[in-house]
C-alpha cells in the first residue's frame, strides 16, 4: 500500500505518527511519501491544524494522534 504523510518539522505527533508506520511496515507491504506541508501554501492551509495526516488515493486515512492501530487498519 502506498500512502501519503503530511507533516512539519518540529511536530511531536508527526515524528510518533512516521514511527509507527515504520513499525506497520516491518511486517507489511508499507510505502510512504513524506510531504511538509510548509513548502506548499495550498497544502498548508488545508492541513495544518490536521497534521498528521495520512491520505491514501486523495482521500483523508487517519490524522491527529494516529496510533500502531489506525495504520494496521488501513492495511487489512
Known amino acids: 500500500m502506498k500512502i501519503q504523510f503530511y507533516t512539519k518539522p518540529n511536530c511531536g505527533l508527526c515524528e510518533?505518527?512516521?514511527?509507527?508506520?515504520?513499525?506497520?511496515?516491518e511486517?507489511?507491504?508499507?510505502?510512504?511519501?513524506?510531504?511538509n506541508i510548509e513548502e506548499d501554501d495550498e497544502i498548508h492551509k488545508k492541513y495544518m491544524l490536521m497534521i498528521p495526516v495520512v491520505e491514501h488515493e486523495g482521500q483523508v486515512v487517519a490524522y491527529g494522534n494516529i496510533g500502531y492501530i489506525d495504520i494496521l487498519e488501513l492495511i487489512e
Do not use: G, K
Not at 511486517?27 to 510531504?35: A, G, S
Open 16 to 25: 510518533e505518527a512516521e514511527q509507527m508506520l515504520r513499525l506497520v511496515a
Open 27 to 35: 511486517d507489511h507491504p508499507l510505502e510512504w511519501q513524506r510531504i
